[in-house]
């Protein structure tokens, strides 16, 4: 293949988990060592969200043909997970924290029960924000949970088990 070439494959190659709600793979062509896919459209892409298509690759062009919108996505080796497990990107700390927001503990309760400073509290549901792509507690705990409620359940059984061998 010289420089210049490109290698265009149809729809038929695409992989059924390469659907998206509003949006579906029709082809796919490499240009030198990238791969391209060819995304149909139901919204203009330049007044809607292209977080779902993203998750595939960056956006790099689009195009209309006869009312119909078309992106060009530069294709990574493999698909981010739109929606990453929380439990792996929330350390241990945050999680606790999350979880005594989500039983209604103001930063201040939840600094004198884990004993560490207001400021360091700030910080930490900062980053939270941050990882989560949230800007609200209500926010951080919608997310969340299905983890919080682990925690908690978590929580409840260990402290009937201390009950259970204090008896003993």
């Known amino acids: 293949m010289t420089m210049n070439e490109i ?3 149809n729809s038929s190659s695409a992989q059924p988990s390469e659907t998206f709600s509003k949006n579906s793979i029709c082809g796919e062509f490499n240009l030198k060592t990238s791969k391209f896919l060819v995304i149909s459209s139901e919204s203009d892409p330049k007044t809607s969200p292209m977080s779902d298509v993203n998750a595939y690759g960056l956006v ?4 209309q043909v006869n009312k119909q919108f078309y992106l060009i ?3 990574q080796d493999k698909p981010r997970d739109p929606k990453p497990n ?4 929330l350390t241990h700390r945050e999680l606790q924290i999350a979880t005594l927001v989500a039983i209604g503990c103001s930063n201040k309760q939840i600094a004198n029960r884990l004993k560490i400073s ?8 900062r980053r939270i924000f941050i990882k989560l792509s949230v800007t609200s ?3 951080m705990i919608y997310r969340c949970a ?3 409620q682990e925690v908690l359940l978590e929580d409840k059984n260990n402290s009937t088990n201390e009950k259970q061998e204090y008896k003993s």
Do not use: K, N, P, Y
């Open 7 to 9: 290698t265009f494959t």
């Open 73 to 75: 996505v530069q294709a």
């Open 118 to 125: 207001e400021w360091t509290i700030s910080t930490h549901l």
């Open 86 to 89: 929380l439990a792996e990107i």
């Open 60 to 63: 790099v062009g689009h195009f």
């Open 146 to 148: 299905s983890l919080i």
């Open 137 to 139: 507690r209500a926010a």
